[in-house]
């Protein structure tokens, strides 16, 4: 399996990398842990003549976390959040879903960046984005704008960034303190794309669900916001009749393709599923289990 | 398009060449360099066969492009035994009977190199996890992970010994 050959670039800055996508256009590609484009690149469903490799880039490496936001430089790589304490302290679903993410040696390159960035439906970190409320930094020619993760992912592989724009920075509000969470991912062996798979995070007030917040991995072209089976929680106890109408609030929205993970139908019903599950952990950690 | 001019560092040894950038870093390694101990079982990043450690991380070598890995530096399965003597990894996977066709072994042990770099103690479960991205399909991986614990033993002893 060869690749199309390519023209390398290793930029040291986001500015020199701009400049290099706005001068090769749409020959031109950004590269970090390489473990989506190489393999596109090998089966030449993608052949960029300019490949510009950021892993130089050492101001897209930093995790941060102030004033209520974390923030995720774009070259974060799964290991190093899996890893870090800031993101277990904050935010912990990020960590149990990067664990769910591949093998070891592929979470040392995947990058945060280029999980959320490329718009490939089986991506885990997306749906994880839409649920939390994260805002995606684009960088272009003309400065900075924010694009949010619910509006980011219009198709797949389809997104709302430009061809000379570099997403530097995930930016996700932290989720309150005691909130429950879980990424629930149904897959058939290490390192394969989820059948389906639910993130969610809530909060209880009175042992009612004050707020709740729900998206789904790979049952569509694109990650889902499962904006009505979140409100479906939000002012119930979680009991058995509301986790039952989020269920199949998150199945109404779920348009899974046939593929070998199975048949529409059923990796609707594995959406389900793993709603469920998810709803029932979130909600055993918010009461301190 | 003109070839790149790659140097690194391969088992502590400076290597150069020139190559295209497109060419795979297991490729370069197995072709270039000539060490052949790093297989290429898949060629899709799923079969760890083609496992080396680059810049302190274990990665599959033929999702890597030759031009990534510019100026890096790299280890091989034969960096393990410089002096001629087993290294504690591939004594254990002798020992236990941690192979059997050997495709997958030198994958494995560079794995396992980086694991016990990381986790020096590590329990089965934590074995199980580490080695997740690398198939075996002769041992059935119970006696993969005894040889991940024998070196593990046998280096934590090496270690207290020398302190």
């Known amino acids: 399996m060869i690749p199309a050959n390519f023209e390398y670039h290793r930029p040291s800055s986001v500015d020199e990398a701009i400049s290099l996508l706005t001068r090769y256009g749409d020959e031109g590609r950004l590269l970090a842990g390489g473990h989506s484009l190489i393999p596109l690149m090998k089966t030449r469903l993608a052949a960029p003549s300019h490949l510009i490799d950021i892993q130089a880039i050492d101001d897209l490496k930093q995790v941060g976390e102030a004033g209520g936001e974390l923030t995720l430089g774009a070259l974060v790589t799964q290991a190093e959040l899996i890893a870090s304490e800031t993101v277990a302290d904050t935010c912990p679903i990020l960590r149990e879903a990067a664990l769910l993410i591949a093998d070891p040696q592929v979470r040392y390159c995947g990058t945060v960046g280029g999980n959320v960035a490329n718009g490939d439906p089986g991506n885990d970190m997306p749906a994880l984005m839409m649920c939390l409320g994260a805002r995606y930094a684009l960088q272009g020619p003309d400065g900075e704008r924010e694009v949010a993760a619910r509006d980011y992912y219009e198709a797949a592989y389809f997104t709302a960034i430009n061809e000379d724009e570099v997403l530097t920075e995930v930016r996700i509000p932290v989720p309150a303190a005691g909130h429950g969470y879980a990424y629930s991912k149904m897959k058939r062996k290490v390192g394969d794309y989820a059948t389906a798979a639910t993130a969610v995070v809530l909060t209880l007030k009175g042992g009612k669900c004050a707020s709740a917040s729900i998206a789904l991995t790979n049952v569509g072209q694109t990650p889902l916001f499962a904006e009505a089976a979140g409100q479906a929680l939000v002012g119930s106890a979680v009991d058995g009749k509301a986790i039952a109408a989020a269920v199949a609030a998150a199945e109404q929205i779920a348009d899974p393709v046939s593929d070998m993970r199975g048949p529409p139908d059923f990796r609707r019903h594995v959406a389900g599923v793993m709603t469920q599950r998810a709803i029932e952990t979130a909600l055993s950690r918010a009461k301190g289990g | ?163």
């Not at chain 2, 890096?72 to 020992?95: D, R």
């Not at chain 2, 190199?113 to 059935?140: A, F, K, W």
Request: proline share 3%; hydrophobic share 35%; aromatic share 4%.
């Open chain 2, 1 to 163: 398009m003109a070839k790149m001019h790659i140097e690194m560092t391969v088992n502590g040894r400076s290597v150069d060449g020139l190559a295209e950038p497109r060419m795979l870093l297991i490729h370069f390694l197995r072709e270039r360099l000539g060490l052949t101990g790093a297989h290429i079982g898949c060629e899709t990043s799923h079969c760890g066969a083609c496992t080396v450690d680059l810049n302190g991380q274990s990665v599959k070598s033929c999702t890597v492009f030759v031009a990534q890995a510019n100026g890096a530096e790299v280890s091989t399965i034969e960096g393990m035994a410089p002096a001629g003597e087993l290294h504690a990894i591939q004594e254990g996977f002798t020992q236990e009977h941690g192979l059997q066709c050997g495709f997958c072994t030198p994958g494995m042990i560079m794995r396992t190199y980086r694991l016990l770099q990381e986790n020096p103690d590590p329990t089965e479960e934590e074995i199980r996890v580490g080695l997740s991205g690398n198939i075996c399909r002769c041992t059935g991986y119970q006696n993969i992970v005894k040889a991940v614990r024998y070196a593990a033993e046998k280096m934590n002893a090496a270690k207290e010994a020398a302190e």
